[in-house]
Antibody
Framework: EVQLVESGGGLVQPGGSLSLSCAAS????????MHWVRQAPGKGLVWVAQ????????TYADSVKGRFTISRDNAKSTLYLQMNSLRAEDTAVYYC????????????WGQGTMVTVSS | QSALTQPASVSGSPGQSITISCTGS?????????VSWYQQHPGKAPKLMIY???NRPSGVSNRFSGSKSGNTASLTISGLQAEDEADYYC??????????FGTGTKVTVL
């Protein structure tokens, strides 16, 4: 079964750091672009970051550039998001997603992990 | 870059057809045929309903159809059913080589 499972969410103070993971199974993880997408409570989906299959090319939304780092370990079939200098506006459910079968269409999503930035 | 613009809400009675618009620019929807649509029920992850403007993934009902004209894409749901009540998001590839989501539309089945 093709599956993405996020972990690592939780409560963190403003200015703090948090690392999210996304474990992939059931497909050749090393062959696909991977993304992080977030959704603030009651708000819409917002693309956060992407990484190419070999991990050498990354792109970020302006709102997280310089604070967040996306990475991957293809040997472990795991995607990561290191989040530093967190702000209240980073509070959201974070989903990992992949354009598995179709270019630029997210056909695979994790269940999401909640990140709350609050003092 | 601003989010793609969608109506906040659309409603219809069971059996009717509704259309959700998604307006972008010549740097996203107008430039590429990489428009996708997602359905999201409360507390759930999004689900891909349409890819590449008008294609349905396997398993998605043929009541869902997509189209594009200029800088605006549209999702039509025909034969509206109670289970279609959800939030819907469009998404387009952009000239920045990144995806961009729409503002989202809440569909209500009356």
């Amino acid at each position: 079964e093709v599956q993405l499972v996020e972990s690592g969410g939780g409560l963190v103070q403003p200015g703090g750091s948090l690392s999210l993971s996304c474990a992939a199974s059931g497909f050749r993880f090393s062959s696909y672009w991977m993304h992080w997408v977030r959704q603030a409570p009651g708000k819409g989906l917002v693309w956060v970051a992407q990484i190419n299959p070999n991990g050498r090319t990354t792109t970020y939304a302006d709102s997280v550039k310089g604070r967040f780092t996306i990475s991957r370990d293809n040997a472990k079939s795991t995607l990561y998001l290191q989040m530093n200098s967190l702000r209240a506006e980073d509070t959201a459910v974070y989903y990992c997603g992949s354009t598995f079968a179709y270019p630029w269409a997210f056909d695979m999503w994790g269940q999401g992990t909640m990140v709350t930035v609050s003092s | 870059q601003s989010a793609l613009t969608q109506p906040a809400s659309v409603s219809g009675s069971p059996g009717q057809s509704i259309t959700i618009s998604c307006t972008g620019s010549s740097s996203d929807i107008g430039a590429y045929n990489y428009v996708s649509w997602y359905q999201q029920h409360p507390g759930k992850a999004p689900k891909l309903m349409i890819y590449d403007v008008s294609n349905r993934p396997s398993g998605v009902s043929n009541r869902f159809s997509g189209s594009k004209s200029g800088n605006t894409a549209s999702l039509t749901i025909s034969g509206l059913q109670a289970e279609d009540e959800a939030d819907y998001y469009c998404c387009s590839y952009t000239s920045s080589s990144t995806p961009h989501f729409g503002t989202g539309t809440k569909v209500t089945v009356l």
